[in-house]
């Protein structure tokens, strides 16, 4: 796979600097994998990864298309702390079954399978993983996750990419809000899809504007929705499209 960027984090500072910047506990990287994501001051997305340990090091895995940016954001919060970023040449393998002995389970959901990160590039992926993101609602970097997102709204929570007793974190306050304060209005939701639509179609309901429908697979959908106006059938061009009991989390 060659759209992820694996950075590695090493110093005396690394995991308390990744602490007050991330969305959950870096304590977790002593059992496994760690999925985050990093926030805007006012709480909105900026980058999600994943992070594992490497002996003293941490590995950060993020998507390509955000990697400078988010070298340039780490940079800047750094100051003087003993940390140093750098880019290393490892891929990204993935794959489903057992996990294999370099290799870490997926946070998110036991139905992603696992994580590696090794010399040279994976030839052997043949796994539709759209396929499987729609079918357990786990939005992806750039599609369903865009810098309009709030994490809550996107299913953080669910896929274990927040963690509420860490203490503070970037955007942190107003996260805590969402989840303590207010029912959620709007968010990321599995549809029905009968039909063709692009992904982004804007979705209607009774001639008002109910959301966007993104990712599909199979007749089914990831879509972002105003709760109070998807109910019932919803338009998506020429498409119909009908909200579905979320999945179940494990």
Not at 16 to 36: E, M, P, S, W
Not at 86 to 94: A, C, D, I, S, Y
Not at 229 to 242: F, I, P, Q, T, Y
Request: net charge negative; aromatic share 6%.
């Amino acid at each position: 796979m060659t759209n992820r960027r694996i950075l590695r984090l090493t110093g005396a500072d690394t995991r308390d600097f990744l602490q007050g910047l991330i969305t959950n506990d870096i304590r977790k990287l002593d059992t496994g994998a760690v999925y985050a994501a990093i926030l805007t001051p006012q709480g909105k997305y900026l980058a999600d990864f994943f992070l594992v340990s490497d002996g003293d090091a941490v590995l950060l895995d993020v998507a390509e298309t955000l990697g400078d940016m988010l070298v340039q954001r780490l940079t800047m919060y750094k100051l003087r702390a003993a940390v140093t970023i750098e880019t290393v040449p490892l891929h990204l393998h993935r794959g489903l079954g057992a996990v294999p002995t370099d290799g870490f389970a997926d946070p998110r959901h036991s139905a992603l399978g696992w994580r590696a990160y090794r010399d040279i590039a994976q030839q052997d992926d043949t796994v539709d993983w759209d396929a499987l993101r729609v079918a357990h609602l786990v939005p992806e970097t750039g599609v369903e996750l865009t810098p309009d997102t709030f994490i809550l709204e996107a299913g953080f929570e669910r896929l274990h990419g927040v963690d509420f007793r860490k203490g503070c974190y970037v955007g942190q306050e107003v996260t805590a809000r969402m989840k303590h304060k207010t029912e959620l209005r709007k968010g990321l939701a599995a549809v029905r899809v009968t039909g063709a639509a692009d992904p982004g179609t804007e979705l209607t309901a009774d001639g008002k504007a109910a959301g966007t429908l993104f990712t599909q697979s199979q007749g089914k959908g990831i879509a972002y929705l105003r709760f109070d106006r998807a109910k019932g059938l919803m338009s998506a061009g020429n498409a119909e499209v009908e909200r579905v009991d979320m999945p179940e989390t494990t």
